[in-house]
């Protein structure tokens, strides 16, 4: 069966520090991956998504970047972090089809 | 663009109460619709879905119904528990090489005992 995991499940930074969240798939091949944000009381945002390794596609211009080095590893970046940046962050990923997506367990990030 | 309006939260019932969440949506051609549910510090569970018009997706007592001339996909439950208070999350997505999910606002439901 398939797995994501997705890890820490908790960080506390300090703004201006960089981020780095990761984001693993187990069990599937070459599914599409996501990076979906969550604000306090809001609903989810779509920051990148890629259909496949080194593809990546952004939604929301802003001072986060995301890299897939490896089939089923998506990773989550920034050089700085912002009081902004502070939310809860999802992966997900999801087959040709059916069209539905698996979500991980999220990472609470905390911007200081 | 796609676009998935849900009723705004929160919405409090008590025990065995009906529940209703409204779901409307803006799309080209043939979405599939999916309602996600996300307890407290979780991530999102798949609830349900429907893949065309007239299909009912059904979980856990949770029932909606694909009405593609309403366009909408509302939430129903018939009587609810405590172990439902959730944010439910209604989107859309199409079967395409992006799969992309859109969803809407999420609706925080807490029924009381």
């Known amino acids: 069966s398939q797995t994501i995991h997705q890890w820490p499940a908790t960080l506390v930074q300090p703004v201006g520090s960089p981020l780095s969240l990761e984001c693993t798939v187990e069990?599937?091949?070459?599914?599409?991956l996501y990076w979906y944000r969550q604000a306090a009381g809001r609903g989810l945002q779509l920051l990148f998504y890629?259909?496949?390794?080194?593809?990546i596609s952004s939604e929301v211009p802003q001072n986060l970047s995301a890299s897939r080095p490896q089939d089923r590893q998506f990773i989550l970046s920034s050089k700085k972090l912002l009081l902004s940046d502070s939310g809860f962050y999802l992966c997900?990923?999801?087959?040709?089809?059916?069209?539905?997506?698996?979500f991980g367990q999220g990472t609470r990030l905390t911007v200081v | 663009g796609n676009s998935v309006t849900q009723m705004e939260g929160p919405v409090t019932l008590s025990e065995e109460a009906f529940l209703t969440i409204n779901c409307t949506y803006t799309?080209?051609?043939?979405?599939?619709l999916f309602w996600y549910v996300q307890y407290p510090g979780e991530g999102l569970q798949l609830l349900l879905k429907?893949?065309?018009?007239?299909d009912k997706g059904s979980n856990k007592g949770f029932e909606a119904t694909y009405r593609k001339e309403t366009t909408s996909f509302h939430l129903e439950k018939g009587s609810v528990q405590v172990s439902d208070s959730a944010v439910y999350f209604c989107?859309?997505?199409?079967?395409?090489?992006?799969?992309?999910?859109?969803f809407g606002g999420g609706t925080r439901l807490m029924v009381k005992p």
């Open positions: 997900a990923w999801s087959d040709r089809a059916p069209p539905e997506a698996f």
């Open positions: 069990g599937t091949s070459n599914p599409n």
């Open positions: 890629s259909v496949g390794i080194g593809q």
């Open positions: 799309a080209t051609g043939y979405p599939s």
């Open positions: 429907a893949t065309k018009a007239d």
């Open positions: 989107a859309l997505s199409y079967n395409n090489a992006g799969n992309m999910l859109t």
